[in-house]
T-cell receptor
């Protein structure tokens, strides 16, 4: 089991550019979550999917953020246009019912927007 | 309603000490309370979890104490070791079909000195 795989590990981009973060969940996990981590705000839920369907996207900061899950093995988080305040570590996590087994997090993507 | 408040922000103890991290919540519908441990450069990992039908759960050196009436829960680490130095997050969610994703506290950075 390779765990949750995120790419890239690090991304440095200029303000205004489009950024796409990628996530491959663990096979058999039917829930996928995107979180953002900053020192000031901790771990914030951005969006989560059940069976590839977005369930709660109330944490997505603005229309500049969008997320898709075209199939059970792939999800993307896109920021367009990016801004310096988007700089953070973005985590993808997956889980399977019952979710008492916990979420398995990827290693994160550290995004720096300059 | 959805917040989980965690304290302290940081904690320094000597090896063998018993650090205690506290969390409080408002939403009485929460019914699952896990703790996650995060090492630098890694994603958070499930450490231990509790449901409100029990007041205490112990796994190895880690113990959760839960006070349903006060809407508080805490993590105790017995005989703390330098290897326990990490960031700890409490979290809460509502399970079941109409459930929510985990809402995390802002984290506590623990340093155990040798």
């Amino acid at each position: 089991d390779a765990g949750v795989i995120q790419s890239p590990r690090h991304e440095v981009t200029e303000m205004g550019q489009e950024v796409t973060l990628r996530c491959k969940p663990i096979s058999g996990h039917n829930s996928l979550f995107w979180y953002r981590q900053t020192m000031m705000r901790g771990l914030e839920l951005l969006i989560y999917f059940n069976n590839n369907v977005p369930i709660d996207d109330s944490g997505m900061p603005e229309d500049r953020f969008s997320a898709k899950m075209p199939n059970a093995s792939f999800s993307t988080l896109k920021i367009q246009p990016s801004e310096p305040r988007d700089s953070a570590v973005y985590f993808c996590a997956s889980s399977r019912p019952p979710h008492d087994y916990g979420y398995t997090f990827g290693s994160g993507t550290r995004l720096t927007v300059v | 309603q959805q917040q989980v408040k965690q304290s302290p922000q940081s904690l320094i103890v000597q090896k063998g000490g018993i650090p205690i991290i506290n969390c409080a919540y408002e939403n009485t519908a929460f019914d699952y309370f896990p703790w996650y441990q995060q090492f630098p450069g890694k994603g958070p990992a499930l450490l231990i979890a509790i449901r409100p039908d029990v007041s205490e759960k112990k796994e190895g050196r880690f113990t959760i104490s839960f006070n349903k009436s006060a809407k508080q829960f805490s993590l105790h680490i017995m005989d703390s070791q330098p290897g326990d130095s990490a960031t700890y997050f409490c979290a809460a969610s509502i399970s079941g079909q109409a459930g929510t994703a985990l809402i995390f506290g802002k984290g506590t950075t623990l340093s155990v000195s040798s």
